[in-house]
């Protein structure tokens, strides 16, 4: 249960009592009305804002609506206190006991403990990786690939039907200069000196087995013909490798998809044509010559008449053109027919998880999306900085085996899936990060993957040690659901049954605003808060000779661990329950 919306809940019924009571004008705007943590936790366990928003509305004085509001507050059940500060914000304490019911229910949920019905089944499409496949990924594709993964994951928590979708980029002059290179690979694998790589093709020696599995299956059938008949058979016999190598990648990432959407097949179907048609139909495409780019010399500049699309009137800066000079699709006509397809195929909410580079199209792709589904289709991106590889504060610029750059494969299998998948969380996703590969396995404070399993591991280290001292005491959920959580009166133990309560809410707003960050915040304080209770030392978690005590601490042990391995579930990292 949700805390906070639940009681925002309880204050919307007293305000429909207030207006009921002729306290409050009928017809009020509610919609801002909040229930959150305050600020500073002194004040209380619950602040509303419902006074400062609806006093001009109904022609109050903030603190006089406080007022009013508050003397009902005070009659809900669990409310222990409820008082006015400043001009009129309402700050409500809750009895102790209603905080260990949230361990009773932590208890019986399990990892479940957080699951929301917030989304009604209401279906997301979340679109990311999508790297063109001319090679494995490398670790600049991480953070992307993770954020995509974790934020699905999320989502689908909160309650919404989720499809994971890759776009194969398969369509473009890149995946010519592909075909071209592995036909090379291909020459090579038969016996030819091919000499240097020539300028322009991709010289990675991972096309090599390609050019070999070519000739395994095809012999020298390709050799001697003319490139426009062995070019269209190469191209796919290499994008269809380099996807199974894509797909090697995410697996060892623990990162699965449910579609594979192919932008080549999409474009052969006739998607794009129909994409501009219905913009056509609309009176969103015209013929016309655009500005010249900022910093360009008029001399420099040649008009030339374009079919345009009208993004302006959707929020973009300029109009953008679907059709080159020479009367070709542009990229963008091929990027507005998927957006299209995926609507269609249910899509009305799209995330897509993009790399720094693709900053600037974003306005251009949600004006198409708007245009397209007439308002009904939401595209919101996530933009993914880069992401800086270092080893002891030293930049790692290359790799031994690709010679270029670093493949995801390669730090997986230095630090662990599960180390890449936390780290790539622990800063929001427009943020810089630096990923250095001996502070991640560092195990300290610093290092937060290390700091969230190490609570999980500690709260089972101590279920082993109560097992030892109470060998005759139940230790399952169900008996430390029952036992006498009333014994459970230290602040510092109420402060982490507090927060333990706040994980539905945190993983319902998380959700709406498609931050998956959020979660390892949150890991981390909690995992702090446990740590500090085991430090002070104030609370020991087994008394000895008072085994209802230690059952009851434990109910509370247990219910932190619950709660990481649900954080951890939804980041796809394997909580430990022993630090080696």
Not at 87 to 94: K, R, Y
Not at 396 to 412: A, D, P, W, Y
Request: glycine share 8%; with cysteine.
């Amino acid at each position: 249960m949700n805390v906070f919306k639940s009681f925002r809940e309880n204050i919307i019924s007293a305000l429909g009592e207030m207006e009921k009571a002729g306290q409050l004008p009928a017809g009020l705007d509610l919609s801002r009305v909040s229930a959150e943590p305050p600020r500073d936790r002194t004040h209380g366990d619950i602040a509303t804002n419902a006074a400062m928003v609806l006093a001009k509305q109904a022609g109050q004085k903030p603190r006089d609506l406080a007022e009013t509001l508050a003397s009902r507050l005070r009659g809900i059940a669990s409310v222990e206190q409820v008082e006015i500060a400043g001009p009129g914000f309402i700050n409500v304490s809750l009895e102790d006991e209603f905080w260990r019911n949230c361990l009773r229910d932590i208890l019986k949920s399990g990892t479940h403990y957080g699951d929301s019905d917030l989304g009604g089944g209401e279906m997301v499409n979340v679109e990311f990786v999508s790297a063109n496949p001319t090679g494995p990924l490398t670790v600049g594709h991480a953070r992307g690939s993770v954020v995509g993964d974790v934020l699905a994951s999320l989502i689908a928590k909160a309650g919404y039907k989720v499809v994971r979708e890759y776009y194969i980029n398969d369509a473009g002059a890149q995946v010519d200069v592909l075909a071209r290179s592995a036909y090379l690979r291909y020459r090579e694998a038969l016996g030819e000196d091919i000499g240097k790589i020539p300028e322009g093709l991709y010289p990675a020696g991972y096309l090599k087995n390609v050019g070999q599995s070519l000739v395994a299956r095809d012999g020298d059938k390709w050799l001697e013909q003319p490139e426009e008949v062995w070019l269209p058979e190469v191209r796919q016999f290499a994008i269809d490798a380099m996807m199974d190598l894509v797909r090697e990648n995410l697996a060892g990432l623990g990162v699965r998809h449910d579609v594979f959407s192919s932008e080549r097949a999409m474009v052969d179907n006739g998607g794009v044509e129909d994409a501009i048609k219905t913009l056509t139909e609309r009176g969103l495409v015209y013929t016309g010559v655009l500005e010249p780019p900022k910093g360009k010399k008029p001399d420099d500049w040649e008009p030339v008449p374009l079919t345009l699309f009208k993004a302006t009137d959707f929020g973009d800066d300029v109009d953008r053109p679907l059709l080159k000079s020479d009367g070709s699709l542009t990229y963008f006509a091929n990027d507005i027919a998927y957006h299209l397809d995926k609507f269609r195929r249910g899509g009305q909410t799209m995330i897509n998880v993009w790399g720094a580079d693709h900053g600037g199209y974003v306005k251009r792709m949600q004006a198409a999306v708007a245009a397209l589904t007439g308002g009904e289709g939401k595209l919101d991106v996530k933009i993914c900085q880069l992401v800086k590889l270092m080893r002891g504060g030293e930049m790692v610029k290359m790799s031994k085996r690709s010679g270029n750059f670093v493949t995801l494969q390669e730090v997986i299998d230095e630090v662990g899936k599960d180390v890449v998948r936390f780290i790539m969380l622990t800063r929001k996703n427009d943020a810089p990060l630096d990923f250095d590969l001996e502070k991640v396995l560092e195990q300290s404070r610093d290092n937060p993957v290390f700091y969230v399993n190490y609570a999980h591991a500690r709260a089972h280290s101590v279920a082993r040690m109560c097992a030892e001292a109470f060998p005759d005491l139940p230790l399952d959920d169900v008996s430390l659901r029952a036992s006498e959580l009333n014994l459970l009166t230290d602040s510092d133990e109420l402060a982490v049954m507090k927060l333990l309560a706040e994980w539905p809410r945190l993983v319902e707003s998380a959700a709406e605003a498609h931050e998956p960050h959020r979660v390892a915040f949150y890991l981390y304080d909690l995992a702090a808060a446990f740590h500090g209770l085991w430090t002070k030392g104030n609370v020991r978690f087994i008394v000895h000779g008072q085994p209802k005590l230690t059952q009851a601490r434990m109910a509370l042990v247990r219910s932190v661990a619950v709660v990481v391995a649900s954080g951890l579930e939804v980041f796809g990292v394997e909580p430990v329950e022993e630090m080696r």
